[in-house]
């Protein structure tokens, strides 16, 4: 079994920044790539960003130059640093990670940016 928690959520105003982690542990040979999806109330839940074991990134397009995501492979720990928020950016924050074909899930934190 894998583990992913997830830390760093909470309120920020408009144009401000946040960081979050998300630690794995348990069964986590073969931890392949991690990501951030995120689900704002009444909407799907979508990718933001990920990075694979091999440090390649992937943007989604609203968050490109504004969110960086990175990895320390050493603590298993994933990092989604978000500089110059937006409203459309309330949400909340899912870790995730994909563990010898199988994906996992943290509980998610909340990100409420104001106006």
């Known amino acids: 079994q894998v583990q992913l928690v997830e830390s760093g959520g909470g309120l920020e105003q408009l144009g401000g920044s946040l960081r979050l982690s998300c630690a794995a542990s348990g069964s986590i040979f073969g931890l392949n790539t991690m990501g951030w999806y995120r689900q704002a109330t009444g909407k799907q839940r979508e990718l933001v960003a990920e990075i694979s074991s091999g440090s390649s990134t992937y943007y989604a397009d609203s968050v490109k130059g504004r969110f960086t995501v990175s990895r320390d492979n050493a603590k298993n720990t994933v990092y989604l640093q978000m500089n110059s928020l937006k409203p459309e950016d309330t949400a909340v924050y899912y870790c995730?990670?994909?563990?010898?074909?199988?994906?996992?899930w943290g509980k998610g934190t909340l990100i409420t940016v104001s106006s």
């Open positions: 995730n990670a994909r563990v010898r074909g199988l994906v996992y």
